[in-house]
């Protein structure tokens, strides 16, 4: 696969969308580890840690897009970025190439969901 070529529901972003998504990752995962760390320090009741799910499922959002190379906002838009402009875009005009990147942006979003799920249940079961 050519790294800098919009293909439609596999990739449609470029190194520096990439590098903006894994740090919205590590920002995610660094306030996930801080949350679970201050729970535990004090030893709040076990309902508090639900509010790791977010930054889980945050942070999972920004690794699995930086992985995958798709932004799933992107994908529900329609757009596409490789330019060296974080948030330029150009339009997805084939509906067919719309349809793969929506179905990939879907699957993005319920793969952090459950990662935030079972990061959130651990939390809670530890």
């Known amino acids: 696969m050519n790294e800098n070529k919009y293909v439609p529901g596999v990739c449609n972003i470029g190194e520096v969308e990439i590098g903006h998504r894994l ?22 009741a076990w309902g508090w840690k639900l509010v790791l799910f977010f930054p889980a499922s945050f942070g999972a959002t920004g690794f699995l ?10 994908g529900l838009k329609g757009v596409f970025n490789f330019s060296a402009k974080a948030g330029a875009t150009d339009t997805v005009s084939q509906a067919e190439f719309r349809a793969k990147d929506r179905a ?19 939390a809670c079961l530890i």
């Open 23 to 44: 740090r919205v990752g590590w920002i995610g995962l660094a306030v996930t580890i801080v949350l679970w760390a201050l729970f535990d320090y004090f030893g709040v």
């Open 65 to 74: 897009q930086g992985w995958m190379r798709f932004c799933a906002g992107f």
């Open 104 to 122: 990939k942006a879907i699957s993005i979003f319920i793969y952090s969901v459950l990662i935030g799920v079972i990061v959130t249940a651990i």
